[in-house]
């Protein structure tokens, strides 16, 4: 058994490589265990106070990427929102093969994007699926502001957000509403992934899913889980 202390994201794949093996080998009892989603979010915990503290983890690059090039094994789907400080993998001290990114702004998912999550938690088998908003989301501001949109692309992205933001209507001044709007906007998508996907749904009510909504703080670099 791996400890808390050792355990990794990075080992972890190791250890979902080989669980994975194992269930496809002649001898079916599992090689190692699979980390839970608990332990999975931990991991992603201990990355990002590592982030937090600018001290990220030094990997061996060269030899990682050649063993991933047989396959790749992440234990997270992300959907995220595709502001250029808000990148997961950096957030969370997460390497290559580590994190299924699925980004769009606001992280919202249309139809194509739900499709990329499904085919990471249906055919690469992710246990967690984390939704990641962060503060002072520029997507939200423009849903909030109620402006009509320049192009039917920005309009069908601010039309995913409006719900959470009619949600939060009323509720304080300017910058208090923003920052409800977009803890909204984060409950909105992953209630929208399991409203959308009858796939995402099947593994979730069979427990092989765990979503997890999260919220990322620009100054501290903090990533805060929201209930
Ligand atoms: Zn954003």
């Known amino acids: 058994m791996i400890t808390r202390r ?3 994201l990075a080992s972890a794949l190791v ?3 080989g669980w994975r093996a194992a269930v496809h080998a002649a001898d079916p009892a599992p090689a190692r265990p699979v980390p839970s989603p608990g ?11 590592r982030f937090v503290a600018g001290k990220p983890r030094l990997r061996a690059l060269a030899s990682l990427r050649r063993e991933l090039a047989r ?8 959907l995220g929102c595709s502001d250029s400080r808000v990148s997961p993998s950096l957030v969370f001290d997460q390497t290559v093969g580590d994190l299924f990114e699925v980004r769009a702004a606001g992280n919202v998912a249309d ?5 990329s999550i499904e085919y990471a938690v249906d055919h690469l088998r992710t246990p967690l699926l984390l939704v990641l908003g962060h ?3 520029g997507a939200v501001e423009a849903a909030a502001s109620g402006e009509p949109m320049p192009s039917p692309g920005l309009e069908a992205l601010v039309r995913h957000i409006k719900p959470a933001v009619e949600r939060v209507h009323g509720q304080g001044s300017a910058d208090t509403l923003l920052a409800r709007a977009v803890e909204a906007n984060v409950h909105q998508s992953a209630k929208d992934l399991l409203e959308s996907s009858a796939i995402l749904r099947r593994h979730a009510d069979g427990g092989r899913l765990t979503v997890v909504k ?3 703080r620009l100054a501290t670099g ?6």
């Open 6 to 8: 050792e355990f990794s």
């Open 214 to 216: 999260a919220l990322y």
């Open 15 to 17: 250890l979902a490589g």
């Open 39 to 49: 332990q999975i979010w931990e991991g992603l915990v201990a990355g990002n106070k």
């Open 222 to 227: 903090e990533v805060v889980r929201l209930a």
């Open 71 to 78: 396959g790749q094994y992440p234990l997270v789907t992300v």
């Open 111 to 115: 139809p194509v994007a739900l499709g």
């Open 135 to 137: 503060e002072k989301c």
